[in-house]
């Protein structure tokens, strides 16, 4: 048996398991698997290749994204520079275990993004300073397209403001506005990040990472002011493909 798998912390349902094993079946590959492993601790990783599995592929997830990268023997240039891995492939070297670590965020987030973007839109505000962004300032970075962060921890550091710096004026300008937090996600849907919605137009572009709910209050509230409006869902099924690509190449 093949078995690839997610690792990750609480992991309840899993959007991987389900995607990778509902492929696996419309594919007729009934030899694999796909498998949630979830760590109290990073440190308990090396222990997910004792378990008696052939296992060919990772994916990573919060709050290992970072902590994992201690773990593996070559990393992919871009998810260096990235600072976060979410996709490991298991390769034989020398008759050991050889891991290297790409980042399929990035790709998932560039090609779902750049679809909804127009000349006018060359400046972006990211609410959330986590592991979550950094794929995303990166592939700012890439697209050419400037930012700054919304925070909320007690130290700013370069292009990074308060939540309450966020006005009118400020968003005529950043056009593009990314969620990259937690804020909105099922269960708790009624809740959003704090910022002027009223402040936001049909010029506006909002992008949630946050999936489920498939319309967040954060969408919910930019539709009505006539933004165009995107979830998270794409860019995991982009990212996906890829990791199934870099485990298959």
């Known amino acids: 048996m093949k078995t690839f798998g997610l690792i990750g912390h609480r992991l309840g349902y899993s959007f991987s398991r389900n995607f990778f094993t509902e492929k696996f079946a419309a594919e007729n590959l009934s030899d694999h698997e796909y498998v949630n492993f979830e760590l109290d601790s990073i440190d308990e990783f090396t222990g ?47 008759g050991k275990r050889f891991l290297k670590g790409f980042n399929t965020d990035l790709y998932g987030f560039e090609n779902s993004l750049k679809p909804m973007l127009e000349e006018k839109h060359r400046k972006a505000l990211i609410l959330g300073t986590g592991g979550a962004s950094k794929a ?9 397209i400037g930012y700054l962060s919304a925070s909320i921890e007690e130290t700013l550091f370069e292009n990074e403001i308060r939540y309450n710096q966020i006005t009118e004026d400020l968003l005529k300008e950043y056009l593009i506005i990314i969620h990259a937090t937690p804020i909105g996600t099922y269960p708790n849907v009624d809740n ?16 949630d990472l946050v999936y489920n709910p498939e319309v967040t209050l954060f969408l919910k509230k930019g539709k ?13 099924h982009l990212q996906a493909l890829r990791a199934w690509e870099i485990w298959n190449a």
């Open 192 to 207: 959003c990040p704090d910022i002027p919605y009223q402040s936001i137009t049909p010029d506006h572009v909002l992008f």
């Open 48 to 94: 997910v290749f004792d378990r008696g599995m052939d296992i060919f592929g990772l994916n990573c997830t919060i709050p290992y994204k970072q902590q994992i990268m201690q773990f593996l023997d070559e990393i992919e240039p871009e998810a260096k520079a990235i600072g976060a891995v979410n996709t490991v492939k298991i390769l034989s070297k020398d």
């Open 136 to 144: 995303i300032k990166y592939g700012l970075n890439k697209l050419g």
């Open 224 to 236: 009505e002011q006539g933004a165009k409006a995107k979830n998270g869902l794409e860019m995991l």
